[in-house]
């Protein structure tokens, strides 16, 4: 179902890229946030891997990889830096959500205690796959434990998107009631087309608006301030907008269009707010720094050689060059 134009004023444009936070010479690891990801299926064990590596590249202090247990020996050796946990899988290779459930508390994932183990974000979908509706229902069952129940912040992106149009998107038509706080998605431009039920070019002949009205949907009759929902709409000019501000990117290049650039996203504007930076802000900045990296890449290796493990690589200049300029 398209959404309907709104009569509301237009966001404010952003164009300034918020810094990320400086380092305290005294700082450990658990100053950096403890990232989450959740995804991964059989035959799909690089999504999550890409994902965590990008996120220590981001500047996360702890990474930890839960993934079906079929394909934890290939994402830790993928991986090595972050850790790895290994969850019951339905027959078809995915995540059993019920089943990962106990096993996330058991791991103190889940503590609402003051043991502190519970992660900072949450970087959900990456190699994921796809379900039927019960399946879709039970999965966002267990982001919604962090979402809702925790306040863990959450970055929503590939397969986790494509669940969510069985769930709070309803197949049925209806419009989203439910106030998305503390959530980031990105979606590419399929992805958002399926979430509305219209043509990918419909969505590409109005990308702002699309991602303004999506972001103002997911916002519902909540509150503003910085748990308001985020959209990134993945593409050339990527923009990140809540609905109240609207950023669009000028860095990257067509080289990017390669499986993995998502999840390398989803990872480092992840890795940003687990360091305290604000959803819209991290956001903005991620998306920034993703796009500097893979033009940093592209001089390297060139646009059409280029793949989602150079703009990882990249990063580091990426990140030094974005200081420099300020």
């Known amino acids: ?48 891997s890409l994902t965590g590596q990008a996120a220590l590249r981001g500047g996360a202090g702890l990474v930890v990889i839960a993934v079906p247990v079929s394909i934890q020996a290939t994402v830790a050796g993928l991986c090595p830096c972050a850790t ?19 096993v996330l508390e058991q791991r103190g994932l889940l503590d609402t205690g003051q043991t502190g183990r519970a992660p900072e974000v949450l970087v959900v979908g990456p190699g994921v796959g796809l379900g039927p509706q019960a399946y879709a229902v039970a999965f966002w069952k267990l982001i919604d434990v962090f979402r809702h129940e925790l306040r863990v912040p959450c970055v929503a992106d590939a397969d986790a998107l494509n669940l969510a149009k069985e769930t709070v998107w309803p197949a049925t038509g209806e419009p989203d009631t439910q106030y998305h706080s503390r959530t980031i998605i990105t979606p590419h431009p399929g992805e958002m087309a399926r979430l509305q039920g219209v043509g990918t070019r419909e969505v590409q002949a109005d990308r702002e608006g699309f991602a303004v009205r999506t972001a103002r949907r997911m916002a519902g009759g909540g509150g503003g301030g910085d748990d308001r929902p985020v959209v990134v709409l993945k593409g050339a000019g990527t923009i990140v907008t809540d609905g109240e501000r609207i950023y669009v990117n000028r860095t990257g290049n067509p080289g990017m269009a390669t499986g993995g650039s998502g999840d390398v ?20 900045t991620g998306v920034y720094l993703h796009g500097l990296a893979g033009d940093v890449a592209a001089k390297r290796v060139g646009q059409v050689s280029l793949i989602a493990t150079d703009i990882i690589d990249a990063l580091p200049e990426a990140f030094r060059r974005f200081a420099a300029r300020r």
Not at 84 to 102: F, K, V, Y
Not at 265 to 284: S, W
């Open 1 to 48: 179902m398209a959404t309907r134009r709104e009569k509301n004023p237009g966001p404010r444009r952003v164009r300034a890229v918020p810094p990320v936070p400086k380092r305290a010479t005294d700082a450990h690891k658990g100053n950096f946030g403890r990232i989450l990801v959740l995804g991964g299926s059989v035959g799909m064990a690089g999504a999550p």
């Open 84 to 102: 790895t946990i290994g969850l019951p899988e339905t027959r078809g290779g995915q995540i059993d959500p019920a089943g990962a459930r106990r």
């Open 265 to 284: 996203l989803a990872g480092l504007i992840g890795a940003l707010v687990g360091q305290g930076m604000k959803m819209f802000d991290a956001a903005v």
